[in-house]
Nanobody
């Protein structure tokens, strides 16, 4: 089992950058694929980015491709989401998620979730 704690959210202006972090407990972090999802008020949770166990493969939603970068540091048990050129439509509660199975862009493909960190982008 793994516990996840997100940090790094905040209130920024359009065009600004933020880096989210997700710290995982336990000694088997490298055995989990990791993902970032987000949920805006009144909307369903949506996929943002995912990374495989070694960090050699990444996947992105079309809406963030070219602006967001997911990475991981297995020595620090941490996954990151670098968000550049933020837009008001990026405003949401951002969650990190973990799972031992194959990489997935579907929320149901993850067993473990953090509590989320709020990102608000003003225009």
């Amino acid at each position: 089992q793994v516990q996840l704690v997100e940090s790094g959210g905040g209130l920024v202006q359009a065009g600004d950058s933020l880096r989210l972090s997700c710290a995982a407990s336990g000694r088997t972090f490298s055995s989990y694929k990791m993902g970032w999802f987000r949920q805006a008020p009144g909307k369903e949770r949506e996929f943002v980015a995912a990374i495989n166990r070694s960090g050699s493969s990444t996947y992105y939603a079309d809406s963030v491709k070219g602006r967001f970068t997911i990475s991981r540091d297995n020595a620090k048990n941490t996954v990151y989401l670098q968000m550049n050129s933020l837009k008001p439509e990026d405003t949401a509660l951002y969650y990190c998620a973990a799972d031992r199975t194959s990489i997935s862009i579907i929320a149901g493909g993850y067993d473990y979730w953090g509590q989320g960190t709020q990102v608000t982008v003003s225009s």
